[in-house]
């Protein structure tokens, strides 16, 4: 099973999901092609009500835990209630591009 599909299958049963998207970004930054070490998320769910961003991180942390301590280096997470969802025009922020990290030694 690929690092994307661990990571949909784990979410989707942590929570009542609303809208998942996953998006493997790892071709923007250094290393070998066909890696899956860098993703954006965006997770919609009903769980995220009442709760602030840094405990609905700390859940996403919690359901991935494998993952981030083994091949994910980077999870760029944006997580909203439906009703923020709908707020924001069901639109999430672009990752920033690379600055280069390995590749300028920083």
């Known amino acids: 099973m690929s690092v994307a599909a661990a990571i949909e299958e784990k979410l989707r ?29 965006v997770l ?23 993952e981030l301590d083994g091949p994910v280096h980077a999870l760029s997470m944006h997580l909203f209630t439906p009703e923020e969802w709908t707020q924001r025009g069901e639109h999430a922020a672009a990752s920033p591009a690379c600055r280069g990290g390995s590749k300028s030694g920083g």
């Open 44 to 66: 919609v769910s009903g769980d995220f009500a009442g709760q602030r961003p840094v405990r609905r991180h700390q859940a996403v942390y919690a359901a991935l835990a494998q």
């Open 13 to 41: 049963s942590a929570f009542a999901v609303d809208w998942l998207e996953l998006d493997n970004e790892s071709d923007q930054h250094s290393g070998p092609p066909g890696r899956e070490s860098h993703f954006r998320l």
